[in-house]
């Protein structure tokens, strides 16, 4: 009995022993297993889902706040494309000097036609006393032939001067300012009183236009901005640009004087209605822009926007996002970054 | 040799007092002057080289700058690794060495083959720089600076050029790196359309820029008395001056570099941020010197700090000058180590008292414990190792035995002296201690390099373990040396010259003499039922070992530093202001919790630093207040709960020494990596893509990863050829251009004063804000005419690498996973079968299988190898002292029954074995190892020496005898390390926590195996014989 007595106490402090270590090995593995997820990086679950295709981001009110992403309206905006051309403001020297070659050509023409007119005159009152019973000489006669005949070449000489000069006008000022000076238009007049400077405007290299607007803004040396009318296409091309080149004319400035280089804004194109999309929305992935319009309370849809028109500060878009959609416009990049957040290494 | 020094102390007690006191007051003086850390040199030799190639592609960056650098470092003798890795504008490799090389020897080296390389590198990249060598921890202190009156550019001109090269000329002080502010440059900011419109190109700008801010010497003019020396000036030295420089004169007039360019003082495009507060600023990271001493650095960046406070505040400077501070863990986690060490003497000091109830005795022994520590402290400061928690730990681990040995010594040669009184004519007592000194000593001397021997696995354990632990083996060997040393030279010259002449209490002390009355009852008691007792035992060592497959391992405890690091990572391509603005917020957040004290946030890399972060990257230095270890443990849970609640970032929070520790690790952590060498990168990614496929499926695999950063946003400018051709371009003229214009090009430096800033010509930042714009940059060809970029290249976006990895001079891409549920090697025979039928690899792509597993079973069989040959060296020792296999035998089935305790210590703590906890066990084992050949020394002793016939009277007297040291030895230990096991988790008792809980463990059983066990064992199977029979036992050997 002693001895049952004794084996059980044994067996009691035993099991109470072992008892005790299995305690304290399930606190210690409770406190291990914190201690190594304390170790783990911080990963939240994942917030993306997929709806229709279209990738989702979707956040609490709290996130949203906390993280500070900001979203914003979409304006409705008309938009035309701007160009921006180089201008040179012309001398206008050649052209003055080609106007007076103009005018003493015709002068010169008129010359000739009155000569031409008296010879053939004269020639044309011998002609019939010859013709009669030869009251005059052969001589005279044929002195008067010749004589109209000169005059009748001079006179086509004379005319051919200013053709000549005309086509020199046109090919190296273009139609429209030729017919100014053949017409004294007084367009020409105010560029020659320098009421007005001409333009030479030329594209970018590589922009095309069919037709060029009929007004265009130039930036002034001082940096202001006049209008300035189309005056036609540009027969020839600036050298250093190649591109195509329009001629304008603007009222003279004290920023726009012969041989300065400006810089011309064309508006080109038609008038589109969008939306215009501004940068620290957009961001960039796989070769593509993308921007998240929000949906709903803290839902953020991934949109694919076309960056084919840049406009100052953003794009301009017609499609894919309209007026009125809220999308965001700061903390983009986060969202983007919450999609492949499953394969960001952090703390290796 | 040993009656020889024994008995010259003896005859010298004089001399050996005396140099026993020089030598601690010596010791003391090293003391106050060591180095103090917490951990000792850790990192492996490693060389870390940058290059810096501004505007290079992570593409361009690997074929251009790291491929031909590991070309030329490839072949230096002692690399063990080579690995790199490429990121936009910047290459970095890490050369490691193997461990045990002069790191100055590698740098040197490595530096050679540098400098044979430097003029190949393309044209604007920098010559490679190897990182200054540092200390394994190397920051030693982060300090922040923010202003509300001066701009982020003035603030960082500060911080460059007052506060860091201050803190440069701080002794120990290795580098600052510093990240924030803007870097001030003066830039030429061309504006396209003024080119066009004064026709000028780029390449124009850049000469006359070049050439506005060339310096040039003059020389001298020497005449018959003097030498004068010529001083040339003229150069541009403001914006305005260089505005004004003419580029080309057109009609008469001069063009400007201010007509086609603004000339001003701006940033240099950033590679980093940082904000303070959550307010930007500029945060400066001092690194010491390799080898240096943190806390004398810290104090000394410290007080430079303070000389400089007064001028920045005048400038309107706030500093926040602990931002981190390292040594405030390294001071509480010495202090700690110090107090635990402190109260386990005093507890040593009252145990001695009680055991030996006799002031001399115990101040004898206790002598012995400053005595050998300092010595060990010494031998520890001329090695070159710092003091630090694993030295002390190993300290404090040895105060038992250090106390055992004194004790040992001081108990014979009281018994000898008390013996020799009652004698008629006693021998002189120098004789009388020299015999008894002598008498106990071989025995000490084996088991002391028995001891010693069981830590050789512990001093050669490879990688980071072994460069943590190996200072604690160190630590402990020496103190054990120099205990034995003392014991030899001190002790009994104390011995002599204290009890020598005095009358002796002829009484035992009363506790023994209580321990005794019950000891030997309960001795007999098990002499009589040896089966029960050894089934019992047996079935007690069964119960431990079945609480084995409960025990996992881990290689570090969680740090108490008092300060977080906290990664942010995004997705690649995520742009520096992005990162800064998450980072206010997080730190606004992260400011709201009760247990913050400052949070500081740098984003992206800066020049030299320690770690490469690309812009998407952030980290926050986070600093607690002061707190209890439990409120530390919950505030980590709070910044946790904080941070999840922040979308598009993972956040991962580590202490800032388990992240250097893990830094030094190198490569992945997970089990198994299968690392793809190959040439073609996208092949390289796709059958990473097919490997990790193939790897989910198989059974067990967990968390299969490609271990590539998704890819970053890429723009890329490809130049038709043709194009450029026709339009009489030349194609590097095309690219130089394009990095003029978005990079920036160095033109020249001005100076002022000491200062240097860089003078750049970039396009006006207008100009390069969107995509857009590239495609519309103007170029001039020679002709003189212009045409856009877009009509000589095609210019695409799409996603490019953010990094470009390397290893072995190799590209490389890995696939990591962890293996749940199933061991491992057949795991990996099973993946190489799969991998090997379904993946086809072309020509020059190979796959190896690696991994922390793979690491792990060559560092266990390292242990094995290095354990059996320290067995086979043990089991040498023990023959040579006790020439009988019986004994030998007894001594060694003994061990497992000692170490059960400890498993079942480990079992009751959680059951996780790290590093600490299986020093814990070495140490067991050399205690168990040293009572049980103390015991049947003793043993042989009493039956060769004094004459006893081998019985249980024999057996009993011997135990009884042996009672007194072993409980001390156990009860010194035990009390020593008491004060680290109860505060196991605290700053710097983490690592030595767990081993202290393995000892005191241990020691229980232990003592009771040497106590209860080992008689019982010895008198069923120990032979004994008397000399005359058959001379046997250490003792004679030594002794004749």
New interface residues.
């Given amino acids: 009995m002693k001895l049952n007595k004794k084996s059980l106490m044994v067996v009691i402090v035993l099991i109470g022993v072992s008892a005790l270590l299995i305690w304290a090995f399930m606190g210690g593995r409770r406190e291990m297993a914190k201690e190594q997820e304390r170790e783990q990086p911080v990963k939240a679950p994942s917030r993306v889902s997929i709806v229709d295709g279209e990738s989702v981001v979707t956040l609490s009110r709290t996130e949203e706040l906390k993280s500070g992403i900001a979203v914003a309206p979409l304006q409705p905006v008309s938009h035309q494309a701007e160009i921006k051309a180089y201008g040179t403001v012309m001398e206008l020297q050649n052209l003055v000097d080609l106007y007076n070659s103009y005018v003493s050509a015709k002068a010169q023409v008129k010359k000739t036609e009155a000569s031409l007119d008296a010879s053939r005159r004269e020639y044309e009152r011998l002609k019939p006393l010859h013709e009669n019973n030869r009251n005059i000489s052969d001589k005279t006669f044929q002195a008067a032939e010749a004589a109209w005949r000169s005059n009748e070449a001079d006179a086509h000489a004379a005319q051919a001067a200013v053709h000549a000069i005309e086509a020199t006008l046109r090919q190296r000022w273009g139609v429209v300012i030729a017919g100014w000076l053949i017409e004294k238009s007084p367009a020409f007049a105010r560029l020659i009183q320098q009421q007005e400077v001409l333009l030479q405007t030329t594209l970018p290299p590589d922009t095309h236009l069919a037709s060029a607007p009929r007004t265009a803004m130039v930036q002034t040396a001082d940096s202001k901005l006049v209008s300035a009318k189309l005056v036609s296409r540009s027969p020839h091309t600036d050298p250093r640009i190649q591109g195509m080149g329009f001629f304008y004319v603007a009222s003279t400035q004290p920023g726009l004087l012969p041989g300065m280089n400006v810089i011309v804004y064309l508006q080109a194109g038609s008038r589109y209605q969008g939306v215009v999309v501004p940068a620290p929305a957009v961001v960039w992935q796989q070769g593509k822009a993308w921007v998240y319009v929000q949906k709903g309370t803290g839902q953020f849809i991934r949109r694919e926007i076309s960056t084919e028109t840049p406009v100052k500060d953003g794009w301009f878009v017609l499609k894919g996002i309209t007026a009125g959609d809220r999308i965001v416009v700061k903390g983009s990049q986060l969202l983007m970054s919450e999609e492949s957040r499953s394969q960001i290494q952090v703390g290796d | 040799m040993l009656t020889a020094i024994v008995s010259f102390s003896l005859r010298f007690r004089g001399v050996i007092i005396a140099l026993s006191c020089i030598l601690a007051g010596y010791g003391l003086y090293t003391l106050s002057q060591a180095k103090y850390d917490v951990f000792p040199e850790f990192a492996p030799p490693q060389v870390v080289i940058q290059t810096e190639a501004p505007g290079l592609s992570p593409e361009q960056v690997e074929a251009l700058v790291t491929q031909p650098i590991e070309n030329s470092i490839n072949g230096v003798p002692g690399i063990e690794s080579l690995r790199s890795g490429s990121i936009q504008g910047l290459s970095f490799i890490t050369v490691t060495f193997h461990p045990g090389s002069d790191i100055y020897r590698d740098r040197q080296v490595v530096s050679e083959r540098l400098s044979t390389i430097a003029g190949k590198l393309p044209q604007g990249v920098k010559a490679p720089v190897m990182t200054p060598l540092t200390s394994s921890t190397s920051v030693v202190l982060a300090l922040g600076l923010t202003s509300d009156k001066l701009s982020p550019m003035e603030l960082r001109t500060i911080a460059d050029w007052t506060v860091k090269q201050r803190l440069l000329s701080v002794p120990g002080v290795a580098k600052v790196a510093v990240f924030g502010g803007e870097v001030k440059q003066f830039q030429i900011q061309v504006r396209p359309?003024r080119l066009?419109?004064?026709?000028l190109g780029i390449g124009d700008v850049l000469a006359v820029a070049r050439r506005a801010t060339g310096i040039r010497g003059a020389g001298f003019i020497d005449d018959q008395n003097q030498r004068i020396m010529l001083q040339t000036e003229g150069q541009s030295l403001t914006p305005q001056q260089l505005a004004q420089t003419v580029i080309v004169h057109q009609?008469g007039a001069g063009v400007t570099l201010g007509d086609v360019a603004r000339v001003l003082e701006a940033p240099e495009p950033p590679i980093g941020a940082a904000a303070i507060m959550g307010h930007p600023g500029v945060l400066l990271m001092v690194s010491a010197q390799y080898g240096a001493n943190t806390l004398e650095v810290t104090q000394k960046v410290e007080q430079a700090l303070k000389g400089l406070r007064p001028t920045l505040s005048a400038q309107g400077v706030a500093l926040y000058p602990d931002i981190f501070r390292p040594a405030n863990f390294i001071l509480t986690a010495i202090r700690n180590m110090e107090s635990s060490l402190l109260m386990g003497a005093g507890l040593v000091v009252i145990v001695l008292l009680l055991f030996l109830f006799n002031l001399r005795t115990a101040a004898i022994s206790v002598t012995a414990i400053p005595l050998s520590l300092l010595t060990a402290v010494m031998v520890l400061e001329r090695l070159g190792f710092s003091l630090n928690t694993l030295t002390l730990g190993g300290l404090a681990i040895a105060i038992g035995e250090v106390v055992d040995d004194a004790i040992i010594d001081v108990e014979n040669i009281l018994r000898r002296l008390r013996e020799n009184r009652r004698i008629e004519n006693p021998r002189p007592a120098f004789r009388v201690v020299l015999d008894a000194s002598l008498e106990v000593r071989s025995a000490v001397v084996y088991a002391t390099f028995a001891v010693a021997m069981v830590f050789i696995p512990v001093l050669t354990m490879t990688g980071v373990a072994g460069r943590l632990f190996s200072p604690l083996g160190i630590a402990y060997i020496t103190a054990v040396l120099a205990s034995l040393l003392v014991a030899l030279t001190v002790t009994p010259a104390l011995c002599l010259l204290i009890l020598g002449r005095r009358a002796l209490q002829e009484k035992e002390p009363p506790v023994a003499q209580w321990l005794k009355a019950r000891y030997r009852p309960l001795l007999l008691g098990v002499e009589q039922h040896p089966g029960a007792v050894i089934g019992g035992v047996v079935l007690f060592t069964i119960a431990g070992l079945a609480a084995l497959p409960?025990i996992g391992g881990g290689f570090l405890p969680?740090l108490q530093e008092g300060h977080f690091i906290v990664?942010?990572?995004?997705?690649p391509?995520?742009?520096l202001q992005?990162s800064m603005?998450?980072g206010?917020?997080v730190t606004f957040?992260l400011l709201k919790t009760p247990y913050i004290r400052s949070v500081a946030q740098r984003a992206g890399r800066a020049e030299k630093a320690d770690d490469i972060m690309g812009t998407?990257d952030s980290e926050f230095e986070v600093d607690l207040k002061p707190m209890s270890d439990q409120q530390a443990?919950s505030a980590?849970?709070d910044i946790?709960r904080v941070?999840?609640?922040?979308?598009?970032?993972?956040?991962?929070?580590?202490t800032f020494l388990t992240?250097r520790i893990e830094e030094t690790l190198s490569g992945?952590t997970a089990s198994v990596v299968i690392n793809i060498f190959g040439n073609d990168l996208d092949l390289l990614d796709r059958k990473a893509r097919e490997i990790a496929g193939i790897l989910s499926k198989i059974p067990g695999a967990a968390d299969v990863n490609i271990?590539s950063?998704?890819?970053t946003?890429q723009l890329i400018v490809r130049l038709r050829e043709d194009d450029v051709k026709r339009r009489g371009f030349d194609p590097v003229d095309v690219l130089d251009a394009i990095q003029t214009a978005y990079q920036g090009d160095v033109v020249g430096q001005i100076y002022d004063g000491n200062r240097v800033f860089d003078v750049s010509v970039i396009l006006a930042p207008e100009n390069r804000?969107?995509?857009?714009d590239i495609g519309?940059l103007p170029l001039r060809n020679p002709a003189?005419?212009?045409?856009?970029l877009?009509?000589l290249a095609d210019i695409?976006?799409?996603?490019g690498r953010y990094v470009v990895l390397h290893q072995g001079a190799g590209r490389v891409q890995a696939v990591t996973c962890n293996v749940a549920g199933r061991n491992i090697n057949s795991f990996v025979k099973q993946a190489g079968r799969e991998i090997g039928a379904r993946v086809s690899l072309p020509a020059g792509m190979y796959l190896e299988f690696g991994g922390a597993a793979a690491a792990q079973a060559r560092s266990r069989r390292d242990l094995l190898v290095h354990s059996l040959i320290a067995g086979l060296g043990i089991i040498m020792l023990l023959s040579i002292l006790m020439k009988n296999a019986r004994n030998l035998l007894l001594v060694l089935v003994n061990l497992p029954f000692a170490l059960v305790g400890g498993v079942?210590a480990v079992?009751?703590?959680?059951?996780?074995l790290s590093i600490g906890a299986l020093v814990g066990f070495v140490t067991l084992f050399g205690i168990t190892l040293r009572n049980s050949i103390m015991m049947i020394s003793h043993y042989e002793h009493l039956v060769s020496i004094e004459g006893l016939s081998w019985g249980p009277e024999a057996a009993v007297r011997g135990a009884s005898e042996r009672l007194a040291p072993i409980l001390m030895t156990a009860s010194v230990t035990a009390l020593g390390l008491l004060p680290l096991a109860i505060g196991s988790g605290a700053p710097g008792r983490e690592i030595e926590g767990p081993m202290a809980i393995v000892i005191l463990g241990g020691l229980v059983t232990s003592t009771a195996l040497n106590l209860l066990i080992l008689p019982a064992l010895a008198l069923r199977y120990g032979k004994f014989e008397k000399e005359g029979e058959k001379p046997i036992g250490g003792l004679n050997v030594t002794q004749s």
């Fill in positions: 359309d066009i419109k004064y026709n009609n409960f969680e990664h942010m990572s995004a997705v391509g995520t742009s992005e603005r998450l206010r917020q957040e998407q443990e980590q849970s946790r941070l999840a609640q922040f979308p598009g970032v993972n956040f991962a929070i580590k992240e992945y271990q950063p998704p890819g946003p804000k969107t995509i857009a519309a003189g005419t212009y045409v856009n877009k009509q695409y976006e799409t996603s079942l079992f009751a703590s959680g059951g996780l």
